[in-house]
């Protein structure tokens, strides 16, 4: 809920060009997630970071660059490489892993 | 692979009737595992939740049951209000404390006819 944002809500690409979708916790949670939503598919997982420096790829990885230069901030790239981009991204963040998981409000991408 | 899969798909029933939402999991090593509610255009948010040394809890007209030993956990609602359609998923922690993470069903969409 509060303490985790995301920017911008909204988001257009044009084909060919990088993207990058900011998450941002004022929580002091160490674990942080990226899941893509696209419709009856539920979330899908694309990163997750447990700690500073340290990030692993989930099931949807390919296409997607992230970085965890600091704790609260757990930015998501989209590339050129990635074949579908258009979808709804939500970040989330937990105290450590296997505990609750808060959500940002989401950011819708559309590849125009 | 390690997943979570949750039927049924969609759910739709009358005001005041129950709604039960069913989930399996693969990594026996699972030890937590919530609901998460999101309504149209927001962002998820959890209902409820479940460690694997609790076979049940429950919150006012919520609760979730838990067998380790079939791997499956089951959301269930009783008198339920048009305020409860929404999409709800269920999860599971894949992997240790330190390492793990959250593995997401693909969601039900509850639809609670007035």
């Known amino acids: 809920d509060g303490g985790i944002t995301q920017s911008p809500k909204y988001l257009f690409r044009k084909e060919g060009q990088n993207v990058t979708l900011s998450c941002e916790q004022n929580?002091?949670?160490?674990?942080m997630y990226w899941y893509r939503q696209d419709p009856g598919q539920g979330l899908r997982l694309i990163y997750y970071?447990?700690?500073?420096?340290?990030?692993q790829k989930g099931d949807i990885a390919e296409g997607y660059s992230v970085s965890r230069e600091k704790k609260e901030s757990f930015p998501l790239t989209v590339t050129s490489a990635q074949k579908n981009p258009t979808a709804f991204y939500l970040c989330?963040?937990?105290?450590?892993?296997?505990?609750?998981?808060?959500f940002g409000q989401g950011t819708r991408l559309t590849v125009v | 692979g390690e997943n979570v899969e949750q039927h049924p798909s969609t759910l739709s029933v009358q005001e005041g009737d129950s709604a039960v939402i069913k989930c399996t999991y693969s990594?026996?090593?699972?030890?937590?595992f919530p609901w998460y509610k999101q309504e149209l255009g927001k962002r998820p948010q959890l209902i409820i939740d479940?460690?694997?040394?609790?076979g049940e809890k429950k919150d006012q007209r919520i609760a979730v049951t838990l067998n380790k030993t079939a791997k499956h956990f089951s959301l269930h609602i009783t008198e339920t209000q048009p305020e409860d359609s929404a999409v709800y998923f269920c999860?599971?922690?894949?992997?240790?404390?330190?390492?793990?993470?959250?593995?997401f069903g693909q969601g039900t969409t509850l639809q609670v006819k007035p």
């Open positions: 989330a963040s937990s105290i450590l892993a296997g505990t609750e998981a808060f």
């Open positions: 929580l002091n949670h160490d674990a």
């Open positions: 970071s447990q700690i500073v420096n340290d990030f």
């Open positions: 990594d026996s090593a699972s030890n937590y």
């Open positions: 479940i460690r694997s040394n609790v």
């Open positions: 999860a599971a922690s894949i992997g240790s404390s330190n390492t793990g993470k959250l593995i």
